[in-house]
């Protein structure tokens, strides 16, 4: 900034927009623009008013200050403190349950393996004399008692292919009473039935989807067979017992396929419903 003739040594023009100021105005009033010299006075002005404010506050005060900074130092260490040891304790927490549920499946497996050496002879021979009916009341007693391991023996799953063939021969050789259709379960006859036959329908391409949906990967040759026995009065008990049209089984199979193997339990009860008005 220029000192003007005209202008007595304590007044300034601002640069910026040529208005008159005082020398010691840090800024110009009227646009603002810096006037460094007054500027780094008053700067400097003001730390020195600090410094004088700081020696004179009382020596009590200083010590507060510092208890209080103390303070919030250990209340934030005791907060980090506190996480760690909850997340620790989570962490041991996960490592104790994966434990236990590792020595849960391994006394589940050595509960199994122990109750397949005990009855697994017994079931053994009861298959190779076609005793299936001892099979099937045994298997149901020992699901009861929670006896798992009958779900690991060789022939498990043929015996619920048996199952359903003794409720297709049941419901076949039962009259079609008025009290018969009130309390018969049409849906559930109308699954087992149909997973007898869907059993060996004969499209290569559902080979896969049927093998899912009814669990053939767990059947021998000779519980085949058995099955493929079976079939005959699952279809009588459909076509002839039930009236029921052969084109509603194919609907049934292309549903199977759409839904890659799965026929929704809905279609069995609108079927079921269906047969139970038609044959009142």
């Known amino acids: 900034m220029k000192y003007t003739e005209e202008m007595e040594k304590h007044e300034l023009i601002c640069p910026s927009c040529g208005a008159v100021m005082e020398e010691h105005e840090a800024k110009c009033p009227y646009c603002g623009n810096i006037n460094v010299p007054a500027a780094e006075r ?4 003001k730390l020195y008013q600090m410094k004088d404010t700081l ?13 209080r900074m103390t303070s919030s130092v ?21 490592a104790w349950r994966e434990t236990q549920e590792r020595k849960q499946q391994r006394e589940n497996f050595e509960e199994n393996q122990a109750w397949l050496e005990e009855y697994s002879p017994i079931l053994d021979e009861w298959y190779e004399n ?14 009861e008692n929670e006896g798992r391991g009958i779900s690991l023996w060789n022939h498990s799953t043929f015996i ?8 297709c021969l049941d419901w076949y050789e039962t009259p079609l009473t008025e009290e018969e259709l009130d309390t018969m379960n049409f849906p559930g006859g109308l699954y087992q039935a149909i997973k007898l036959l869907y059993l060996y329908k004969e499209e290569p391409e559902m080979e896969e989807n049927r ?3 009814y ?3 767990g059947l021998t040759e000779r519980d085949r067979e058995y099955i493929e026995s079976y079939r005959e009065i699952a279809e009588k008990f459909l076509y002839e017992k039930l009236g029921i049209e052969s084109q509603e089984i194919e609907n ?3 549903t199977a396929e759409r839904e890659y193997g799965v026929i929704p339990w809905r279609e069995y009860e609108r079927l079921g419903k269906e047969l139970r008005a038609k044959n009142k």
């Open 215 to 217: 669990g053939v990967y």
């Open 252 to 254: 049934f199979y292309e």
């Open 74 to 94: 250990k209340k934030l260490f005791m907060i980090l403190i506190t996480g760690f040891m909850i997340l620790l304790a989570f962490w041991n927490f996960l």
């Open 55 to 67: 020696e004179q506050l009382p020596e009590e005060s200083l010590e507060y200050q510092k208890k």
């Open 160 to 167: 619920d292919y048996y199952e359903a063939y003794l409720v």
């Open 211 to 213: 093998d899912l949906l």
């Open 42 to 45: 008053e700067y400097m002005n």
């Open 130 to 143: 076609g005793e299936f009916d001892k099979i099937a009341v045994f298997k149901y007693q020992s699901l």
